[in-house]
């Protein structure tokens, strides 16, 4: 266990791990298995499940991944600090960027920070739900997972890996286009071409820069 926790801490690192990746995952899983965290039996009104199994908002047919409650490590330790943050109760986070027509196109659609939140309002009105733009420790809460790895699909980069999908189930949390996310001090734009490891890319942003939206739902 010792040894696990060592590996995460460099993945959370950002050291780069790719050479032992696949071997790490194969005897991680076999030793400790990583328990799916099931979402609530009650779902809030206005989420619903449908028959292939995916959650969605019921008006707007919004497609949403549930993220667990946990400890999640977070960060960089060449860029920022390393640090753990304790997500008591779990989210639903939506499965695609969402553009301004409620649709979750395959082509990502940019819009300003004003607009983001106009969208999350207008969904909010619509579904009779709190919905808002991630924090920047929920996106990457969402994109990195309880393992704390540096990319999505795991922690060595890969080309063409940038569909797979998050831990949770997400789509497309890093690409060419950015997402809005913010803080209580400052709106950042994550998962954007620049750099894909989720734990360094969490850069400061203006106002009027264009975006991708992907909403989060509190239980």
């Known amino acids: 266990r010792e040894e696990i926790e060592n590996h995460v801490l460099r993945c959370a690192a950002g050291v780069d791990t790719r050479w032992v990746d696949r071997v790490w995952w194969w005897a991680y899983t076999l030793t400790i298995p990583i328990i ?6 009650l779902l809030p009104e206005g989420i619903v499940i449908g028959d292939d199994g995916i959650f969605r908002l019921a008006l707007t047919e919004i497609e949403l991944v549930w993220v667990g409650p946990g400890e999640y490590w977070l960060g960089d330790e060449r860029i920022n ?3 753990r ?8 986070i939506a499965r695609l960027p969402v553009a301004q027509d409620y649709t979750q196109p395959a082509a990502l659609s940019g819009m300003t920070w004003q607009e983001a939140l106009d969208l999350c309002e207008r ?9 808002s733009l991630p924090s920047t420790d929920q996106w990457e809460i969402a994109a990195r997972g309880v393992d704390s790895r540096r990319y999505p699909w795991g922690n060595g980069y890969e080309s063409g890996a940038v569909g797979l999908s998050a831990p949770c189930g997400a ?3 890093v690409g060419d286009t950015p997402q809005w996310t913010c803080s209580a001090e400052d709106v950042y734009l994550s998962g954007g071409a620049a750099d894909r490891h989720c ?9 009027d820069e264009q975006a991708a939206v992907r909403p989060v739902i509190r239980v």
Do not use: R
């Open 36 to 41: 799916p965290s099931l979402p609530p039996k």
């Open 171 to 173: 789509l497309q949390m």
């Open 81 to 83: 600090d390393l640090y």
């Open 123 to 131: 969904i909010t009105a619509i579904e009779q739900l709190s919905v």
């Open 199 to 207: 734990g360094v890319h969490k850069l400061s942003a203006s106002f």
């Open 85 to 92: 943050v304790d997500e008591p109760d779990g989210f639903f």
